[in-house]
């Protein structure tokens, strides 16, 4: 990844209870869906947000996720999505049910928020416990060799 990008993630993702500053948001996300973007960027890219996910830090937790379900969600935001599926889904999936200590102010409401986002990003990505699981294809051979009846 190149530098101007590592800087803007680091900013935005940083392991603090601050907001992450919405132009620098806005300016990832349009840096990640163009076109000319290589897909190689885009797996470090989700790679290192996976790993970014893996900290123990709420906040940052957090805004790991929503930049993901920023990018995502944009129009153009499918080959990033085909990315974060390949690289930071199992790390996505262990957030969903990530606990922590209680917050001495907030109570248990940071990490209920990490696992609602991570639920809701699991969501997006076709990935959530409630997806629908692949329907078998009645004209496909069964296990034993047999075509299934029609």
């Not at 076109?35 to 970014?52: F, N, P, T």
């Not at 996505?92 to 907030?106: G, K, L, M, N, Y």
């Not at 990003?121 to 416990?129: K, M, Q, V």
Request: hydrophobic share 40%.
């Amino acid at each position: 990844m190149e530098r101007m990008m590592m800087a803007k993630l680091y900013e935005v993702t940083s392991d603090d209870d601050s907001k992450a500053p919405e132009d620098v948001l806005k300016a990832i996300v349009k840096g990640t869906v163009k076109s000319s973007v290589k897909d190689a960027a885009l797996q470090d890219m989700a790679q290192w947000l996976g790993k970014r996910l893996a900290t123990d830090h709420c906040g940052a937790k957090i805004k790991v996720l929503r930049l993901i379900m920023m990018i995502i969600t944009n129009p153009k935001g499918g080959r990033f999505a085909d990315a974060v599926l390949s690289e930071a889904l199992d790390v996505i999936r262990a957030t969903a049910s990530f606990s922590c200590p209680p917050d001495p102010v907030h109570g248990d409401k940071p990490a209920e928020f990490v696992r609602a986002s991570a639920a809701k990003c699991l969501d997006l990505l076709g990935a959530g416990s409630d997806a629908a699981p692949p329907t078998p294809d009645p004209k496909k051979a069964s296990t034993d060799g047999r075509s299934s009846p029609p």
